[in-house]
Each structure stands twice: as C-alpha cells, then as structure tokens.
C-alpha cells in the first residue's frame, strides 16, 4: 500500500513537471507533424503503396516514431534526476528500487500517451477515420511498445552521468531502432539480410500493428506482433528494475 | 556505528576507522574542514553508499543488512538541494508525504505544521525555482521533518545562509529535540554552530575522529583562555617563563598565549607584551580546540568573528 502511495507520487511529479513544460509539449509534437504534413505529403503527391497514398501509409509509422523517439529520450530524466540531487531523496525514502523504477517509466509513458493522442488528432486532417475498437487497440499497442522502451531509456539513463553523454548514446540506439522498424516503408518485398535486422528491431511489432489495425493489410499478423511487444517489454522492465538496484545515487 | 571506513573508487581513503554513538535526544556535531569525510559518514548512514569495512547501525537496524528499516528511521537534509525546482514548496512536502506512506489526513496537517515551524506558509504555493537559498534550505529542512524521523542527519543545514537565517534553523534545531524521540547528527565547520547547537561534537580531520567531547569539556581541554596580542617588540622569554602561560605563539606582529586565570595575569602580560596595539582576550572556541588538537585553523568564513566571551579593546599605553 505505501509503496503504491509512492508509485503515485513518483507518477505525480513526472506529469505535473510534464504540464508545466509547455514546451515539451509543443516541440515533442513539432517534429511528426512535419514528417506527416511534408515529408509525407511531399512524398504523397507523386508516390503511393499499395494503394494507399505515402502520407496516409506513413501515419501509423510516425505515431510509432513519436512513441520510440519521447519514450526512449525521457530517459534522460533520471540523468538529471541524479545531476539536481532528487534521486537521492527518492533513494533515501524507504521506496523500494522496483517502485522507484516504475514510478520513472509510468512517468514516460504518461508523456508518450498524451502525444500519442495529440498525433490522433489529427487522423481528420488525413482523411483517416478512426473507430472506437482502432482506438483500443492503438493505445494497447503504444502501451506495450513505450513500456519497453520507456525501459531502455532509463537503463540507459541509470548508468550514465551526463545529459550530454546520454544523448549521445541514445542517438545510437534510437536511429537504428527507427530506420530498421519499417515506419517510412513496407517490409514486405526487402532483400533477406536487410528483411532480417528488420525483424529483430522490436519497434517493427509495433509498426506493423499499428498499420494493421489503422490501415488494414500489415505484414506481421496482429497476434504475432503483440506477442513479441508483450515479452519484449516484459523483458525490459526485468532488466530495469535490475538496472536500478545497481544504480548508484552518486 | 563502530570501526567504519571508507575507501572511494580511485584509492581515496574518506574514512579510516570512525567511531561513534549517538545517544537519544541527542544532537551530536561532526565538525572538521572540507574534505574530512563528513557528508561521506551521512552517506553511509543514509544507506545511500555502502561501508568498505565496519559497522554501521541507525535506530537499532543495521545499514547493510536493514537499509529499508533504515530509511524508514531517517530525516535527512543533504548539503545540496534536493527539491524539485519546478514544484512548488507545498507540492515537494506532499511527494514527500506520499513517499513516506503518510496518509491523506495525517499529510496534511503535518504539511501544515512543517511550514509554520519553517515559516514557509505563506510562500508555501510558490515554485520552489522562485525560493532564496535559506528558503530551499528551509524547506528541505520542513521535508526531513514531515514523516517525523528518529534520527534526522543534517548536513550542513546553514551552508549558505545569511546569519539570521542561520540563527532561525539553529532555533528549530535546538526546538526540535527537546520535544523528545529524536536524534540529531548534523554536520558543519562552523565552530559557532557546533558550539550553540551540539551536545557532544566529534572533531573529524582526513577521515578521523581526532576528540570527541561535549563542547566544554573540549575548549576546557585547551587549558585556559585565549590572549591575542598585536604588539611590536614582546619579551617572549620573560612570557614564555610564566608558570601561567600554557603556550605561545608568535606571528607576523601577532602573539598568541594561551594563558590560565587570564583576567589577573593580563596586567602583567601587557607589561611584557612591549608595544601594544590592541589586545583581544576570549575564552577558546572550538577553532582554538582544532588548533590545539591540529596545529591548523579551520578554514571558515569572515562571519566567524566575534562569538563567545570574547573582549575586544584598544589599549593606549600610557
Ligand atoms: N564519490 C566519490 N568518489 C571518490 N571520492 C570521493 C567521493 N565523495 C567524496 N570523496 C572524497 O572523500 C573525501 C571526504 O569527502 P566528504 O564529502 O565526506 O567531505 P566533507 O567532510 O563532507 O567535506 P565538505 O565540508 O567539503 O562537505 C574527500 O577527499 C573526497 O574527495
Ligand atoms: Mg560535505
């Protein structure tokens, strides 16, 4: 029960620091909507896949996209956690480190999801129609997804010291994660080795679902897709908690 | 705790064997200069580093073995701040309650009583990025207090304030435990503090606790007052064979005796002092004990001037 009460706090802190950072907001919503409204319409008016123009087959790639990029860069957070000195006030409490580490990716995903619903939004303005079951299973998927990523970020942001550092080395994660997820094209029709990292990458799951259930006709059956996101995040969160039991509050 | 050492990553040795025990009720003062590991023995007790060897207990729990009964013992208030900027000052303590497992009532009024006592109340709903420094400092101390601790560690709590401020925190201080059923392990360097507030103060240097008294039996260990003389041309042997002058020291113009019954023997001291610009007598601080006990000052502040019984006149010589 009081470790429930803290998960709230540590939850309650990120949204309302979240809230007063309008800007946040603003800028994490900035860069989607040029990628759907130029590059996607730009590419839109003369290319189309599979019957479907580019800006409209890229739409559920970018809700992927905002979900990898604001769910692995809020690892950050713990970065600076440490940098102002909170985390030892939350490493002090009698919380244990599991609550600690969930309290931080609740935190990120509450982030994820409000951008999320932002992009929804838009749909209209695409001429995509949304119904209620899409809309469940939308939120399931970036659920699923943004728990696990959410996960890397922090593992990552436990280990390292510098807000600098951690950019650096979350660049290197998340571009590969992006380009090889399948969000700017079909996977259907790659050449085997390129097919085969493609597979690997667990935001690719995430992709194809999303365009399954916005779009119709994805590459990965649905099932199969949020089988992998299932244990994939399951796995993450593993590995954090363990990250977080090792983290040092120096 | 017994026999504690700390040896960093890097081969620093910040402790090396600290020995202490902390009785009820107390408030206990680790004093020593930058660097003597005292953040690093809070640390330990906190639970937030862990010991290379010995044995550290808070409130009868091990901090190896127990650290999360522990943490529920502990208040404490870091040298740095440690409050979210972005919050207000009200919503700190409330994140604070909810961490600590207070419930909804209790919360609230113990928010509201720690801000009285921390005369916050009226600034409580500001953000805290728009508080001074001896504000943040005061609501941390309000946030150590709130889930009403056993033993709370203060870490140099006045770092940083002006005296008045300083002077507020060291009044709550001394309040809080004579309202019984807690402990106080509070770290500073400066002498002043440790003098007013501590009941028992461990001088620490390089890692070590060098005495551990009450304040008066520690300036009583230096053996008499302090004399400071500015004077031209002293007859240090005629001084120095007094059998009331304890030592003596001669620097740049500036004579210092430790000399007992200094009020009657002042007259003759003066006599042989030569030409006397100005005579400053006080009964020794604890800087005069880290001296005695070091053969260095502490390195403080400016501030650290005039306290205790000491006198300042300008003699004329007739
Ligand atoms: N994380 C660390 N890694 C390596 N050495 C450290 C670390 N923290 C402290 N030290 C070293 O341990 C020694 C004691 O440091 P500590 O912070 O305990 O001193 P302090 O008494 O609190 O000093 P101050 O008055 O400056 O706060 C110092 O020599 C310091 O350099
Ligand atoms: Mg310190």
């Not at chain 1, 087959?57 to 860069?73: D, E, N, Q, R």
């Not at chain 1, 942001?157 to 090889?180: Q, R």
């Not at chain 2, 919503?91 to 009024?109: D, I, T």
């Amino acid at each position: 029960m009081s470790e429930l009460l803290g998960l709230y706090a540590l939850w309650l802190r990120e949204v309302k620091v979240y809230s007063r950072e309008r800007s946040r907001i603003a800028s994490s919503v900035f860069t989607p909507i040029l990628w759907l409204f130029v590059f996607g319409k730009g590419l839109g008016a003369t290319i189309s896949i599979g019957g479907l123009a580019y800006d409209i087959f890229l739409y559920p790639g970018i809700i992927a996209m905002s979900t990898l990029f604001t769910s692995l860069f809020f690892g950050v957070y713990i970065v600076w956690d440490k940098r102002v000195d909170f985390l030892k006030e939350v490493l002090v409490s009698p919380l244990s480190r599991t609550t600690v580490f969930l309290g931080k990716v609740l935190g990120g995903m509450t982030d994820t999801i409000i951008q999320v619903t932002i992009l929804l939004l838009l749909a209209p303005f695409l001429g995509i129609s949304i119904g209620p079951r899409t809309i469940v299973l939308i939120y399931g998927t970036v659920f699923f997804l943004s728990l696990g990523i959410v996960s890397i970020g922090l593992i990552i942001g436990s280990v390292m010291e510098s807000p600098e550092g951690f950019g650096l080395v979350v660049s290197f994660v998340a571009y590969p994660l992006f380009f090889l997820s399948g969000a700017l094209f079909p996977i259907w029709n790659l050449p085997p080795w390129l097919r085969a990292f493609v597979m690997l990458d667990p935001v690719t799951y995430g992709v194809d679902a999303l365009r399954t259930v916005i779009l119709g006709g994805g590459a990965i059956p649905l099932e199969v897709s949020f089988a992998v996101l299932t244990a994939f995040s399951a796995a993450m969160v593993y590995i954090g908690t363990k990250a977080f039991e090792r983290m040092k509050a120096y | 705790m017994r026999g504690l050492t700390k040896v960093f990553e890097g081969g620093i040795h910040a402790l090396r064997g600290i020995d202490f025990h902390i009785k009820d009720g107390e408030i206990f003062g680790l004093l020593g200069p930058n660097g003597a590991g005292k953040t690093t023995t809070i640390n330990i007790l906190a639970t937030l580093l862990k010991q290379t060897s010995g044995e550290a207990v808070v409130n009868g729990f091990d901090c190896l073995e127990e650290p999360h009964k522990v943490r529920q013992s502990i208040g404490i208030v870091f040298q740095d701040p440690s409050s979210d900027d972005m919050l207000t000052g009200r919503e700190n303590l409330h994140l604070h309650g909810l961490m600590y497992g207070l419930r909804k009532a209790e919360r609230e009024k113990r928010i509201e009583e720690v801000l009285r006592l921390v005369e916050l109340t009226d600034r409580a709903d500001d953000r805290v990025r728009r508080y001074s420094g001896g504000m943040r400092r005061r609501l941390e101390l309000a946030r150590g207090l709130l889930h009403k601790p056993k033993v709370l560690f203060l870490d140099e709590p006045t770092l940083g304030l002006d005296p008045q401020s300083r002077e507020h925190v060291w009044r709550y201080i001394g309040g809080l435990v004579d309202e019984g059923g807690l402990s106080i392990l509070l770290t500073t360097h400066y002498m002043e503090e440790a003098e007013k507030l501590c009941h028992r103060v461990a001088i620490i240097d390089r890692g070590k606790i060098i005495v551990l008294d009450t304040p008066k039996g520690l300036t009583e260990s230096v053996g008499g007052d302090v004399v400071a003389l500015k004077t031209g041309n002293p007859d240090v042997t005629a001084l120095a064979e007094k059998e009331y002058v304890l030592s003596i020291e001669q620097k740049e113009g500036l004579l210092t005796l430790t000399v007992r019954d200094a009020k009657q023997n002042l007259p003759e001291i003066l006599r042989l002092a030569g030409r006397v610009e100005s005579v400053e007598m006080h009964s020794p601080t604890l800087n005069d004990v880290f001296l005695h006990y070091t053969g260095r000052e502490i390195r403080e502040g400016p501030e650290e001037g005039g306290y205790g019984t000491r006198m300042m006149m300008s003699v004329k010589r007739r």
